[in-house]
């Protein structure tokens, strides 16, 4: 059974990843956000993300049950997202290529990090505000040195795929969770 917490991070992921907003994710959908990641970079193609990011929709795709060629809806994403990060292998062989390919393509001068501006360029192309962004440039930034490290990013994307803490630094990835009501005692 999918937690709450988890079910909301999967939905954020759907919402951002259904591009052409029809209420289903098919390939073209993760073609479009890695052509969408591509040209914030300033690039034209970058096949290390298309592959990552096509990878992910033909395991998501396979965990479903569905043809890669088929559609997928919101609660078949959150249930086989939620199925895929519980296998042994689904987060390192799954997702987390997708960061490091994400942060190789932001990295203009490759040390391994993105500066502010170019992390700032990577969320607003995932479709994160610019606002929500600069919050999570702060929550991200684990040693406060002003850039996203691989550290920081894989840390990040492996708290919000699997952790239930409402409070990780990681649940500002895309642009954090919905506000809860305060409960008084």
Do not use: C
Request: no cysteine; net charge negative.
């Amino acid at each position: 059974m999918v937690s709450a917490v988890a079910a909301e991070k999967h939905g954020q992921t759907f919402d951002l990843f259904d591009i052409d907003d029809d209420g289903y994710l098919t390939r073209a959908d993760f073609e479009a956000i890695a052509t969408r990641l591509t040209q914030a970079a300033d690039k034209t193609h970058d096949q290390s993300l298309y592959d990552a990011y096509l990878h992910f929709w033909n395991s998501l795709a396979g965990e479903v049950g569905i043809d890669p060629e088929g559609r997928m809806t919101r609660q078949e994403f959150i249930e086989g997202l939620d199925r895929l990060m519980k296998t042994s292998t689904g987060f390192d062989e799954v997702i987390a290529q997708m960061p490091y390919a994400v942060l190789a393509l932001y990295d203009r001068d490759g040390d391994g990090r993105v500066s502010r501006e170019e992390f700032l360029a990577m969320q607003t192309a995932a479709g994160v505000s610019r606002d929500k962004a600069e919050i999570a440039l702060l929550a991200l930034d684990r040693d406060a040195d002003g850039v996203i490290g691989v550290e920081d990013l894989l840390a990040a994307v492996r708290e919000f795929m699997l952790s239930d803490d409402l409070f990780a630094p990681g649940n500002w990835l895309f642009g954090g969770l919905e506000p809860k009501p305060i409960r008084y005692y």
